[in-house]
C-alpha cells in the first residue's frame, strides 16, 4: 500500500525562490532600459544638437550645449519651405490613412462575414502582400506612375501608399470583424436593418479599436516614407518632409547645428502623434491576435 501511494501521488511543483524571481525581474527590467536607452540616444542626440553652435559640436561632438542657441530652431521654423513640406506630408498622411481605413474596412467586413468563392484565395492574395515590398516594385511602380501622369504629385505617392497598406490592414481588421457574434446580425436583420445599416450602425462602433490601429500606422508609415516620394517627386514644392530633410541637409551640409534642428522638427510631430496612441495600437493589435 505504501508503495503504490508513493507511486500514485502526485508531484507537487517546486517553488523557485523570492529572490531567484526578484533577480530575473531586475535583470529584464535593466535589459529593456538599456535597450531604451539605446534607441533613445540617438533622437535625443540630435535634439540637443539643434541648441548647440557648429564650433561646439566640431570641438566636442558628443557634449551638453554651453549656451542654449534658440536661433537654429527658430530659422527652421521661421523657413516658408519648412511648413510646405509639413503641409505636404501632413495631406499625404491624412489622405492615405482615409483611404486605407475606408477601402480596408470595407475588403476585410466581406473577406470576415461572407461566404464566396476565391475568399480564400482573395485573403492569401493580401497576405502575400505583406512578404511584397516597396523596394522590390519601385521601378515598375514608378514606371506605372509616370504612364499614368501622376508623377511630380502628391497623388503619385498617396495611391502606391494606399496599394501597399491595404495588406496589412486587411490582415488586422478581418479577426475584429470575423469575431462579431453572428446572433448579432441576425437580430439587427430582424429589427428591420439591412446588411449596410448593420455595417454603419453596428460593426463600425465594435471596430473602433482595430480602426484606430490601422490609422495610426497608415499615417506614421505615410509620413515617415522617403523611398517613394524620392522617385516620385522631382519638385522641390512637392517635397515631402523626409525628402526635404535631405535635400536641407545636402544643401546645408556645413551648417550641422542647423541641420540637426530640422531633423528634430521633422521626427517630432511623427514621435507625439505616435507616442499619445500608443495605447490604442497595443489594444488594437491584441485584439486582432484575440480574434
Not at 228 to 239: D, K
Amino acid at each position: 500500500m505504501t508503495a503504490t501511494a508513493t507511486l500514485i501521488a502526485p508531484k507537487v511543483p517546486r517553488r523557485r525562490p523570492a529572490g531567484a524571481s526578484r533577480g530575473s525581474s531586475v535583470a529584464v527590467g535593466f535589459v529593456a532600459l538599456l535597450l531604451i536607452g539605446m534607441m533613445l540616444a540617438p533622437v535625443v542626440y540630435i535634439i540637443l544638437g539643434g541648441f548647440r553652435s557648429n564650433a561646439e559640436i566640431t570641438v566636442d561632438p558628443a557634449g551638453l550645449p554651453t549656451v542654449w542657441n534658440w536661433q537654429n530652431y527658430a530659422d527652421v521654423l521661421a523657413s516658408g519651405v519648412f511648413w510646405g513640406q509639413v503641409g505636404n506630408s501632413t495631406i499625404a498622411a491624412v489622405a492615405t490613412t482615409l483611404f486605407v481605413v475606408a477601402l480596408g474596412m470595407m475588403a476585410a467586413y466581406a473577406l470576415a462575414r461572407y461566404r464566396f468563392r476565391g475568399r480564400g484565395a482573395l485573403y492569401a492574395l493580401f497576405t502575400a502582400g505583406l512578404m511584397f515590398p516597396m523596394t522590390v516594385a519601385i521601378t515598375p511602380l514608378y514606371i506605372l506612375v509616370r504612364n499614368i501622369g501622376l508623377t511630380n504629385s502628391l497623388a503619385g505617392v498617396i495611391v502606391p501608399q494606399i496599394a501597399f497598406a491595404l495588406p496589412l490592414t486587411i490582415i488586422i481588421l478581418s479577426p475584429f470583424l470575423a469575431a462579431i457574434p453572428q446572433e448579432l446580425q441576425e437580430a439587427a436583420s430582424i429589427d428591420g436593418l439591412g446588411r449596410l445599416g448593420f455595417f454603419w450602425r453596428m460593426v463600425l462602433p465594435l471596430a473602433v479599436p482595430a480602426v484606430v490601429t490601422v490609422g495610426i500606422l497608415a499615417f506614421v508609415n505615410s509620413w515617415n516614407s522617403y523611398m517613394l516620394p524620392l522617385f516620385i517627386l522631382n519638385n522641390e514644392a512637392a517635397y515631402t518632409l523626409p525628402l526635404g530633410t535631405q535635400a536641407f541637409a545636402s544643401q546645408y551640409s556645413v551648417d550641422t547645428a542647423r541641420v540637426l534642428a530640422f531633423t528634430s522638427l521633422s521626427m517630432i510631430p511623427a514621435l507625439l502623434f505616435f507616442s499619445v496612441f500608443e495605447r490604442r495600437i497595443v489594444g488594437g493589435l491584441t485584439g486582432a491576435v484575440k480574434g
